[in-house]
């Protein structure tokens, strides 16, 4: 028979943000601690509360599955003399496992037949594995931060209160220090709390619904959701929901109950983003807008609590918000007094860091770079991207942004257009902070695009200038993001310009900020946005080995790089890449330690080097004129023609000849071949069959 599996861990109130991990992290141990102890099951569901997490498994076996093991024990040739009968070594091999001689079986090894003792291990009872196996459990749940309390030794989220643990309706007995599990569960802190004997699962959910708490995080998201819907309807809106905030919000309360309230519709002139920050980032609020978008003076809020009186509730909500719309309106008008392009010279008293100075100097270090990006990809825009960089960081000069952070760069565009700037400037003042995250919105203007690169590339090659790189998971100034960001935003707009020399620039604007060698910085941050972009291709699809390929040619031009990735994976698929794959790495093999050279065709003592000489200069000519004209496919078939002199080259030709000037040339030759075919790809990097 089969059983289920009930933990609750009771405590104070988590952080909303730890139990999503906390809930994978409890279905991944258990699963691991099963199947370590050899205990079947069925399905695993975990849920969890502010002030509990619960953990269900469905048809736990009673016992746990039987162990075979197997231990060899001497040669046959040592066990048994030459009449067949048993050596001290068997007997004693045989003694040491429990068993008789004759309980002992043979079994082939590659280096001949040995004895081996076979034995079962009956399963244990699973009741009797579990204490262990739950409080290991409990004690291995990782949290960003875990805490100690009173005089106690465990660590954990928050104080822990109580254990409810049942193995179908028995109680698996266990003490962790002061806390003794049992049957026991609690309900809402405030609503009921008192506690409540469990039976089994069933029996918990209903019984803590009924204590106003309920555990299943998805059942709430679905409740708030609801309430939420029903109570902006009232107004003729719907709510705004957000899935950060939502989810931020389900584990916030254990008994949700959204109320409705209003403020002021005078707030409504403020940005709209002002009004949103206000209510989802700083009190968690949905706000309300109307069937076309725009907002309501309305917002919902979702307590932990029934309210007795919603309306109470309402105008306590409406009290704080009032405030902060107020505070919000006060920035927003103070902050109008001073034009935008005026507060650039107080950013020389903002510090950037310490080592790289001011936010002043910081925006004239990338004002530089995006000019010279500028007047590479379109001159043209080159006044625009110039004023956009010059007010990029203003705003974080403002009273609004200094108390909504949120806003940087919204508020730049907001005040930018107050103050009559271009709206191209104003856009590229917003956008140049994008994307904000891994698969974020990308700039959609040239001008806000080239600005973000260029604020951007500054802060990567600034701090990898003062040696303040990511380590392991640690990267405190979000530099991966940012390169990932450059990469989207150069793919995306399929800018013609080179990484390398974008780098170079950088380092060479940033000039004595750098406290390492130029070189050593471009080389380093290369490095960093290479494997960048390897994870990022390799993530979208793109086989690893034909990445691997195509980055050992180059990766600078990143536009390229895709085009070589296409037309490798299709060249793939076709007859002719196996060949080419083949030859290539013929050629390569033979000339891995050679440091290269050119052939001079006077040199060649043999026909079959005049002919691949011949066939290489051919095949060259038709290939670059396919690469000019961007057919790298083209380019590819071409190349696959060169297997067959290469195959009678290497069948009719010594390479590594005694004269030390025909085997360079030979070598030179294979060289030149082999520089033609990385105009694509390194195909040793490709893996083929065979």
């Known amino acids: 028979m089969a059983k289920e599996l009930l933990l609750e861990i009771g405590t104070e109130e988590i952080p909303a943000a730890f139990l999503p991990k906390a809930m994978g992290d409890m279905e991944e141990l258990i699963g691991r601690a099963f199947r370590e102890n050899r205990i079947a099951h069925g399905t ?15 048809e736990v076996a009673e016992t746990q599955e039987d162990q075979v093991v197997e231990k060899l024990g001497p040669a046959t040739k040592v066990a048994f003399d030459e009449k067949g009968n048993p050596t001290k070594a068997a007997v004693g091999f045989a003694k040491g496992q429990g068993l008789e001689v004759s309980q002992l079986e043979t079994v082939k090894t590659e280096k001949g037949d040995y004895l081996c003792a076979r034995k079962t291990i009956k399963g244990g009872a699973t009741r009797d594995i579990l204490p262990g196996i739950l409080k290991d459990l409990i004690l291995a749940i990782p949290f960003k931060k875990s805490m100690r309390w009173s005089s106690f030794e465990i660590r954990f989220a928050r104080p822990i209160h109580w254990i409810l643990a049942l193995f179908g309706s028995e109680v698996i007995p266990f003490k962790l220090e002061y806390l003794q599990s049992g049957n026991l569960s609690y309900g809402h802190r405030f609503m009921s709390p008192g506690p409540f004997a469990v039976r089994d ?7 803590a619904r009924a204590a106003f708490v309920i555990p299943d995080p998805q059942e709430r998201r679905e409740i708030i959701i609801a309430q939420a819907r029903e109570a902006a309807d009232e107004v003729g809106g719907v709510p705004l929901v957000n899935e950060e905030l939502l989810e931020t919000v389900t584990f916030l309360v254990e008994y949700p109950t959204a109320v409705r309230g209003a ?7 403020l940005p709209r983003e002002v009004l949103v920050t206000s209510m989802m980032s700083h009190q968690k609020y949905f706000p309300v807008a109307d069937r076309e978008g725009r907002l309501m003076p309305f917002f919902i809020t979702v307590n932990n609590t029934l309210a007795r009186d919603p309306q109470v509730v309402a105008r306590g909500n409406e009290k704080v918000i009032r405030a902060r719309l107020a505070d919000a309106k006060f920035f927003f008008e103070e902050d109008q007094k001073i034009p935008l392009d005026k507060r650039v010279e107080d950013l020389k008293k903002v510090v950037y860091h310490s080592m ?19 007047d590479r990809i379109d001159p043209r825009l080159r006044e625009t991207v110039d004023r956009a960089a010059y007010l990029a960081k203003a705003d974080l000069d403002t009273q609004m942004v200094g108390e909504f952070s949120e806003l940087q760069g919204v508020m730049g565009r907001e005040y930018a257009l107050l103050a009559g700037e271009d709206p191209k400037v104003a856009t590229a003042i917003y956008e140049h902070y994008l994307p904000t995250a891994a698969g974020g919105e990308l700039p959609e203007t040239d001008e806000g695009a080239i600005v973000s690169i260029a604020d951007k590339m500054d802060t990567i090659v600034g701090f990898f200038g003062v ?60 490095d960093f946005i290479k494997a960048r972009l390897e994870n990022l291709l390799v993530s979208q699809g793109h086989p690893y080995d034909v990445v691997d390929a195509v980055l050992a040619t180059g990766f600078a031009d990143l536009g390229q790089v895709l085009k070589k990735i296409h037309a490798v994976e299709s060249f793939r698929t076709g007859p002719e890449f196996a060949p080419l794959a083949v030859t290539f790495k013929r050629v390569g093999n033979i000339i891995k330690d050679f440091p290269g050279g050119t052939a001079d065709e006077g040199l060649f003592a043999t026909e079959l080097e005049k002919g691949l000489y011949g066939a290489f200069l051919s095949c060259r000519r038709k290939a670059q004129g396919f690469l000019e004209k961007g057919d790298l496919e083209g380019a590819l ?14 069948d009719g030709v010594m390479v590594m000849d005694k004269d030390e000037r025909i085997k360079n040339n030979r070598q030179s030759l294979l060289w030149e071949i082999a520089g033609l075919f990385k105009e694509v790809a390194d195909f040793s990097k490709i893996v083929t069959e065979g």
């Open 201 to 207: 699962f069933g029996d918990y959910l209903e019984k």
């Open 263 to 269: 403020y002021d519709p005078s707030y409504l002139k």
């Open 637 to 650: 078939r071409e190349m696959a023609a060169l297997r067959g002199p290469v195959d009678a080259f290497f």
């Open 467 to 526: 040696n303040l790189v990511p380590s392991g998971t640690a990267d405190p100034y979000a530099l991966r993001r940012q390169a990932l960001g450059i990469i989207n935003i150069i793919l995306a707009k399929a800018y013609p310009i080179r990484l390398d020399d974008l780098v170079a620039k950088s380092a060479e604007i940033l000039g004595d900020k750098l406290k390492r060698p130029a070189e050593t910085v471009c080389r380093e941050v290369l």
């Open 44 to 58: 695993v569901k975990a849920l969890a509360t502010p002030r509990r997490l619960v953990l269900r498994v469905e």
């Open 356 to 374: 790289l100075g001011t936010s002043y100097e910081k925006v004239q270090r990338f004002r530089a770079l995006a000019a010279y990006m500028a």
